[in-house]
C-alpha cells in the first residue's frame, strides 16, 4: 500500500512572513499535498491568539479526515498547544510520552496507532509524532527515551512504524547518532525545511522502520508553503507492507 505521509510544524496558523493568523492557509497546503497521514506541531486549542479555535478539530472536519489525535503540550494562561495527528485511518491505543528535560520547556511524544485495510488484510501502523528541543544533549536525551518507551520498543522489528516531527536537528546528527542504531532508516535525509522562505536547515524529519519501502520525498515548495508557516511541509511517500 503506497501511502503519503507529511510531517508540518504549523506555526499555530501564523504565517513565517506576515506574522497574521490564517488557519486557511494551513489547510490549503494539507489539501493540496493530500496526506493520508499528517504529523504536526504547534497546534493551538483554546488559544487567544488563533481566535480561541480548536484548531485540529478545524482541520479534521474541513479537510474530511477521518480520525485525529491531539496532544496538549504547553499550557498557556488561556489554552495550550500542542502535537496533532490527522489520519484517513481510524486511530487506537494513544500514548502521550513525556519528553521533558528539566528545567527545559515541556516536550512529549504523541504515538497512536492507524488500523490500515487492504481488501481483506488488516495491520497496525505505528506512528510517533514529536518536537524536540533546542538543545543537542536534550534532543539526544529526548530520542533515547522515546525509543526505550513500551509503545516503541516493545513491537516487532518488523511491524511498520513512522517517527516523524519537528527534531530541531540543526546540526543533522540524530539520525547518525540514535535513529539508525535503533533500527530506523531516514525517508526524507537532509531536506531543508526553515526557515520557510529560504530553508537552510533541514529541521524537521520522517524516519521508518519494519515492513516500510520508502518511495521518494520532498519538502514542499509552492509559494503558500513559503508564506503559511515559518516551516516548510515535509511529504514522504511510503509503501506499507499490509497483506
Known sequence: MLLKFLTYNIHKGIGGV??????????????????????????????PRSRGDCQIDLLREELGYADSAFQANVRLRRGHYGNAILSRFPL????????????KKRRRALVAHARLADQNHTRTLVVANLHLGLADFERRMQLRRLLKHDAIAHHH??????VGGDFND??????????????FHSATGKVRTFPARLPLRALDA?????????DHAFAGH??????????RPLVAHLHVQVS
Open 18 to 47: 506576515d506574522r497574521k493568523y490564517r488557519l486557511e492557509r494551513i489547510m490549503d497546503v494539507l489539501r493540496h499535498h493530500d496526506p493520508d497521514i499528517a504529523l504536526l506541531q504547534e497546534v493551538d486549542d483554546g488559544v
Open 92 to 103: 487506537s491505543h494513544q500514548t502521550d510520552i513525556d519528553l521533558t528535560i528539566g528545567p
Open 157 to 162: 522489528s518488523t511491524t511498520p512504524m513512522l
Open 170 to 183: 540543526v546540526w543533522g546528527r540524530m539520525g547518525k547518532r540514535i535513529m539508525h542504531p535503533g533500527g
Open 206 to 214: 520522517i524516519y521508518y522502520r519494519g515492513d516500510v519501502e520508502l
Open 222 to 231: 509552492t509559494q503558500l508553503c513559503r508564506e503559511a508557516s515559518d516551516h
